[in-house]
């Protein structure tokens, strides 16, 4: 399967702390892309990071790509209940469409 | 940006039966992606839909369990046909942005099959 998976599976963090989130994929990408899903409603799409860059940031979003190990980690600092969610990575494998990793459940306590 | 509005939100249904999912989009797409979401699972891709042509199924899925129209580059619809337990799943409408990639999604359908 072209499916990404992603580490830990599910992460319990207080508010104000920082939540790390690891994903890895098997193919050549054009693309990396990070979503959020709460309770299983739509996906919200967070931010895209391209094969050829290696970091990018979006507010309290930090993310980060390393093609050579096929892996890419999403940091969210300061983390509030409201950022309670799951997250997934997806991949483009190279290809118009994309393919979703395994996702990582995370619950912040206030 | 592009807003999906999918419906049913969602449905309860009886085993063997056949329901069909609608997905509005706000302004012209080109492809439009039908996505599968087991519970507790990630998404799965179940086809691409293009304007005009026969969608393009995943491996695993099939046009005789899953028969999708595309009549306009703003609507879809996505059939669940002959359903049974195991159909029960979150049925979630995308749309990509051409000039980012990333993809839009609407609010899911939730079918719980009986």
């Known amino acids: 399967s072209q499916q990404g998976e992603e580490d830990p599976q599910a992460l319990s963090i207080q508010e104000g702390e920082n939540a790390t989130m690891n994903c890895s994929y098997k193919?050549?990408?054009?693309?990396l892309q990070w979503y959020r899903q709460n309770s299983g409603r739509g996906l919200v799409h967070l931010i895209l990071?391209?094969?050829?860059?290696r970091e990018k940031h979006s507010g309290r979003l930090r993310v980060t790509l390393d093609t050579s190990k096929k892996s890419s980690s999403l940091l969210i600092t300061a983390s509030r209940a409201a950022d309670t969610a799951s997250y997934f990575c997806?991949?483009?494998?190279?290809?118009?469409?994309?393919?979703f990793g395994t996702g990582t459940r995370l619950q912040v306590f206030p | 940006s592009a807003v999906i509005s999918q419906k049913p939100s969602r449905d309860i249904c009886q085993r063997g039966t056949s329901l069909t999912i609608q997905c509005q989009v706000d302004s012209q797409v080109t492809m439009m992606f039908w996505y599968r979401q087991q519970p507790g699972q990630s998404l799965t891709l179940i086809a691409t839909?293009?304007?005009?042509?026969?969608?393009?199924?995943e491996s695993g899925f099939v046009i005789d369990k899953f028969p999708i129209s595309r009549p306009n580059l703003t609507f879809s619809t996505l059939t669940v046909s002959n359903m049974s337990p195991e159909d029960s799943s979150i049925y979630l409408c995308?749309?990509?942005?051409?000039?980012?990639?990333?993809?839009?999604f609407g609010e899911g359908s939730r079918l719980t099959v009986l």
């Open positions: 995308s749309v990509e942005a051409s000039w980012s990639g990333e993809l839009f």
């Open positions: 990071i391209r094969s050829n860059e």
């Open positions: 839909a293009n304007q005009g042509s026969e969608a393009t199924y």
């Open positions: 193919t050549s990408i054009n693309n």
């Open positions: 997806a991949t483009d494998g190279g290809t118009d469409k994309l393919i």
